[in-house]
Structure formats: structure tokens, C-alpha cells
């Protein structure tokens, strides 16, 4: 008799985002070296060293997470072209809503459908609502999500060992809700934002914004600015009608709850400096390096 045959075993293929989480952790560390060293424009060769692997590897694992090579992707998150992009379009804002998605990188974008809560159930902490929350990888290391009945309510990102505090950070916005683990539902919300493959087209995502009234105009805001674009804190204080309001535009845009889907990572200083950003400027520097490489995919 001869003996049973050892069972096959086939390697399950890593999810795109997987991938993408791994890519990142690289990605951040030459994001760091690179915004230490900027005015030097480092070699790519010398970006690799810092990063802990090869020329080669590097180049090869830029062009798989964002389709640039490093030293494109370099010359995207200059000083120089933040102003430039300012520049070029000081009222992105009214061309904006003048195009409405028809504009540059709007193609890019995500198809958002927003609604509010009331003021009242703001005021309450959230108490009476049910929030369920999952963490995923992304192409900017872990996406915590969290929805509602009525969509996503809250988008943040995390480094490996990190996840609690961003939970953390995210259940202090609405101290009185209740919050439920569930991977399973934020999984399909996540894919949508980050996955092209997941058929986001017409498709809209909903999302649902819990804030003061100013705030909540001001990520209104936000909403309107396309990919390969960016504004300024000034700009979005004249669009809201509170033109000496730039220091409270600036703290609304710190407390948006929807990382990345409500774009406050394109809100810059008027110099071109990025300022700051809730989650680390490394991963807003990677954040505008990964779009530009969206809306200027040739670009070398």
C-alpha cells in the first residue's frame, strides 16, 4: 500500500494592500531620510543605504507603491513645486466648485457623498451612537476605520505598535458612543478608499461628519480641493467667510476625523512649508508624493 501523498500546499498571494502596508514601512524611513536632507537632493544609492536596502530594491518597491521612481517621487514633495502648485491655482477652491468634478485630478478622487450629524448629537459626545471601528493595511501603514449606519465617520493611520493610541486618540472625539470591533464592516469601506480594483467609480462613498458647525463647513472645504492640488489655511478662512480666521481653519482642519478621504494633507503654509498634520508630516509628505504620482503618472 503505498502511503497517502503529502497534501499540496499553495501560497495564498498577498492582498494589494498588504503589500502596499509593507511597501510603506520602507517608504517611511526613506520619506524621513529624504525630508532631513532635502536641500541636498540625495542619490537614490544614498536613500537606499539610509533605508537599509538595495539601489535596486528601493527603486523597484517606489515604483510598485506609487509608480514613481525615488528620485521623481523626490522632486514631487519639493519646496519648490508645493509653491508652485500653490501658484499655479491660488483659487482652486472657486475653480473647484466651478468644475465640479470634471477639473484636474478629479479623475483621481474619490466620488464622497457627506451628511452631518445635528448639533445636538455632536454636543452629547456621541452618546446613543454605535460606532463600529477596524484596523487595515493601507498604503500609509495601518488604517483605522470606523462607521456608522449612515458611512464612515472616522479615518486615522498608524505605524506597526501604534494602533492603541490611535484608537485611542479617535474615541476621545466622541467620548459617549459605543464602539464595537468589527473588522469585517470597515473592510469594504477601506478597499474602496485605497484598492482601484475594489470599483469605486460610481460607486459613491459615504461619509458622515460629527463636529461644530464651523468645523464641519470648513471639511466641507477641504472636499473641494483635487488631488495635485493644494490650499492654504487663508484661502479656506476667505471660503468659509472668516478671513481673519486662519488660526481656527487651522485647528479644524487638525481635528478632521476622515484622514486622507477629507484631504487636509493638502492644506499647506503660504510659504509652501507643509506645517503640520495630525498623523506625522512624514506621512503627509508621502501622502501628496503618492498623488502627484496619480495625477502626473509620466513624470520622472
Not at 517608504?27 to 536613500?47: K, L, T
Request: overall charge positive.
Amino acid at each position: 500500500m503505498l502511503p497517502a501523498a503529502a497534501p499540496t500546499l499553495t501560497a495564498t498571494p498577498a492582498a494589494p494592500l498588504d503589500i502596499a502596508a509593507r511597501d510603506y514601512d520602507v517608504v517611511r524611513r526613506a520619506v524621513e531620510y529624504i525630508s532631513r536632507n532635502v536641500r541636498r537632493q540625495p542619490e537614490v544609492e544614498e536613500i537606499a543605504a539610509a533605508t537599509g536596502v538595495s539601489a535596486r530594491a528601493l527603486t523597484d518597491l517606489f515604483r510598485r507603491w506609487c509608480g514613481l521612481t525615488p528620485k521623481a517621487f523626490l522632486q514631487a514633495v519639493t519646496l519648490d513645486r508645493a509653491r508652485r502648485v500653490v501658484a499655479e491655482c491660488p483659487n482652486v477652491l472657486d475653480a473647484a466648485l466651478e468644475l465640479g468634478l470634471s477639473g484636474p485630478g478629479r479623475l483621481h478622487d474619490l466620488f464622497v457623498v457627506h451628511e452631518s450629524m445635528s448639533p445636538g448629537e455632536w454636543k452629547t459626545g456621541g452618546a446613543g451612537l454605535v460606532i463600529r471601528f477596524g484596523f487595515h493595511p493601507s498604503p500609509f501603514g495601518q488604517a483605522l476605520a470606523m462607521s456608522t449606519p449612515r458611512g464612515l465617520c472616522g479615518l486615522a493611520f498608524a505605524d506597526l505598535g501604534e494602533e492603541a493610541a490611535a484608537l485611542a486618540d479617535m474615541r476621545s472625539r466622541w467620548p459617549n458612543a459605543t464602539y464595537v470591533e468589527d473588522p469585517a464592516s470597515t473592510a469594504p469601506l477601506v478597499a474602496q478608499i485605497f484598492d482601484p480594483a475594489a470599483g469605486r467609480g460610481d460607486q459613491p462613498l459615504r461619509i458622515v461628519f460629527i463636529g461644530t458647525d464651523f468645523e464641519i463647513r470648513v471639511w466641507e472645504t477641504l472636499l473641494r480641493i483635487p488631488m495635485g492640488r493644494a490650499t492654504t489655511y487663508s484661502s479656506i478662512a476667505e471660503h468659509v467667510g472668516s478671513p481673519k480666521a486662519a488660526r481656527a481653519v487651522g485647528a479644524a482642519v487638525g481635528k478632521n476625523p476622515i484622514s486622507f478621504v477629507v484631504p487636509c494633507h493638502r492644506v499647506i503654509g503660504k510659504s509652501g512649508d507643509l506645517t503640520g498634520y495630525h498623523w506625522g508630516l512624514t506621512r503627509k509628505r508621502a501622502i501628496l508624493g503618492w498623488e502627484a504620482a496619480k495625477v502626473e503618472p509620466k513624470a520622472e
